[in-house]
């Protein structure tokens, strides 16, 4: 079972995990599913691909005595894709959206005895107009399609607060000025004024300690934190910089105390890291420094448990296994992850570059929707500072009209406005892979790197590396709309690779029908390691180039591109994979 606390960014001591065993209806049937995997996945105990766009989860719990007076939330990391949640037979609210997290008071509707809970589920399988990403409509798993996931995939749990409590604590660094600002907002019914109390510490050392009385809800406190050690220079400062060198995180405690009472209402724990990513003259810089970006796809997919985690172990073994093999980042696809992962992922040291479930169908309501949702997975992952880049649509998925169609454009770019107007802190890529309209950062896509024995093809992918120019000998589509050019951003090859190998059988790439295994390029597994070097030289090779994002982590099903298998186990030595991406520093 799932037993971490889900929200570690904002955390309260108090709290009751809901997951564990739950009554779970589908098709006339109720059985039970172990909360949080999916009705599809092997570790919820039912593994079947359901033909059911409608599910219902139910169970009991009692809230304990000692919260009796405060406001007791029921909180669900995420539900795929609408539901309505109901406490002791009343209504206690709805929600759309498969990728974010929503919160409900239930307060009122308790007995303080044994209380009901029940989760009526919506997945519409064949709507190609909600954010599905890379799960699959039909009966079986094909191409780059995965099983699809129904339900709850998030921990669902309770926690009591005062009336007078923080809703959220956004943290914008800024280390030229070696300062944090510090904006949080208190509960809609907060007892004003009241007196919050902050700390900063910096492992045992005491940054800052203070406090202020607040007459709003909303309010911001800007702390020096190198106090006044900015103006010294990154050359004498870079250690309290956050990198995937040197994840330096400071720990911030939160209190706030009613001011007619002195009574403290509310304490959360969070962190922060003192990161910046910016752009000059065409390449990427992290904290004031160029930075090659040394990524690799990762789906976020479980052979046994889909798209949840089987533990948080997971996500530590997989970062450290990627760093293992030389990477400093992930590009996550078509998938807004786990907070847990990005916890692990500012803690350990990786970038990531945040995305989310695509879309299929263009209509204004399917863009309606999706904004909604992107919008909200900003607000929830804000504060780490391992994101760097915030993707917002891949490959004109959902968009497939967007080279020259005005509607589709205008849409992308409010995509690209929206980000930037809530974030200043990252990177915006309007559309990943091709068809680019505004953008941060040139992101292609090309697996036409030519099988080893095709000299003549490499030798293209290598030359039109060094030119965006020649970027159409090698990406599927035109890198830039019409209308549009390139402006000079940092180049990043954002997928690229996708070498084939069945580690279980040694065999090559098939056609990826009927559960055989499918991969953009195949290879042996005695060839592989100067098949990968092969292509990574070519782009090392490139002085254009700022990065690259391999295709890709691990197995998922039918697609064979892994570095890892299917059990997210090692295919090959990760020393020969290091050895090979440190070939440029």
């Not at 809230?63 to 609408?82: C, E, S």
């Not at 403290?264 to 970006?293: A, C, W």
Request: aromatic residues 14%; hydrophobic residues 35%; charged residues 25%.
């Amino acid at each position: 079972m799932r037993n971490e606390y889900p929200r570690p960014n904002f955390v309260r001591k108090e709290w009751m995990n809901l997951n564990g065993v739950w009554s779970f209806i589908y098709g006339g049937r109720k059985t039970q599913i172990e909360v949080p995997y999916v009705c599809q996945s092997v570790m919820s105990g039912i593994g079947e691909r359901i033909k059911e766009d409608h599910v219902v989860y139910e169970r009991a719990f009692q809230v304990p005595d000692t919260w009796h007076g405060k406001q007791i939330m029921l909180n669900f990391g995420a539900v795929d894709y609408r539901c309505n949640v109901f406490v002791n037979e009343n209504c206690v609210g709805s929600h759309t959206g498969g990728q974010t997290p929503f919160s409900f008071d239930i307060t009122r509707y308790l007995n303080w005895k044994e209380e009901r809970i029940r989760v009526e589920v919506e997945d519409p399988l064949k709507d190609e107009c909600i954010p599905r990403g890379k799960q699959f409509w039909e009966d079986q798993s094909r191409f780059i399609w995965y099983t699809p996931s129904t339900g709850i995939w998030q921990t669902v749990w309770l926690e009591p607060v005062e009336k007078t409590s923080f809703e959220w604590v956004h943290f914008t660094p800024d280390i030229d000025e070696g300062t944090v600002e510090i904006d949080f907002q208190l509960s809609g019914n907060a007892k004003l004024p009241a007196r919050v109390h902050i700390q900063i510490r910096l492992g045992e050392e005491e940054v800052f300690h203070g406090n202020m009385l607040c007459g709003m809800r909303r309010n911001t406190l800007t702390v020096d934190v190198f106090r006044k050690r900015a103006m010294e220079g990154a050359f004498h400062f870079t250690g309290n910089y956050w990198s995937p060198e040197r994840p330096i995180l400071y720990d911030v405690f939160m209190q706030v105390d009613r001011e007619d009472t002195g009574v403290t209402s509310d304490e959360i724990v969070s962190y922060f890291g003192m990161r910046k990513i910016h752009v000059e003259e065409g390449k990427l810089y992290l904290n004031n420094q160029p930075y090659f970006q040394k990524l690799v796809l990762d789906q976020g997919y479980w052979q046994d448990s889909l798209v949840t985690a089987p533990s948080d172990q997971a996500y530590i073994d997989d970062i450290m296994k990627c760093k293992e093999m030389g990477f400093n980042g992930c590009r996550k696809h078509e998938k807004a992850e786990d907070p847990r992962f990005l916890y692990w992922a500012d803690r350990l040291g990786f970038l990531v570059w945040g995305g989310m479930a695509s879309f299929w169908s263009y209509t204004p309501q399917a863009a309606e929707a999706f904004t909604r949702e992107w919008m909200d997975i900003i607000e929830r992952d804000y504060n780490h500072p391992s994101i760097v880049v915030w993707g917002m649509l891949n490959e004109s998925w959902g968009v497939t009209k967007i080279y020259s169609n005005v509607q589709q454009q205008s849409f992308a770019r409010s995509l690209y406005y929206m980000a930037k107007a809530l974030d200043s802190t990252r990177l915006i890529v309007s559309n990943d892979g091709w068809e680019m309209v505004e953008s941060d950062i040139c992101a292609v896509h090309s697996y036409m790197h030519g099988a080893r024995e095709d000299l003549i093809q490499h030798q293209v992918f290598a030359d039109a590396l060094q030119d965006v120019e020649k970027f159409p000998m090698i990406v599927e589509k035109l890198p830039f709309v019409k209308g549009t050019e390139y402006a000079g951003q940092p180049v990043v090859l954002t997928e690229c690779g996708g070498i084939a190998l069945n580690a279980e059988t040694g065999e090559h790439r098939t056609d990826g029908t009927e559960g055989k295994d499918w991969g953009y390029t195949s290879t042996s597994r005695d060839d592989f390691l100067s098949e990968y070097g092969r292509i990574i030289d070519a782009i090392y090779d490139s002085n254009l180039m700022n990065g690259f994002c391999y295709t890709q982590l691990s197995d998922v099903e039918q697609e064979m591109n892994g570095l890892l298998t299917r059990d997210h186990q090692y295919k090959f030595d990760p020393r020969e994979i290091k050895r090979i991406n440190e070939r440029r520093k």
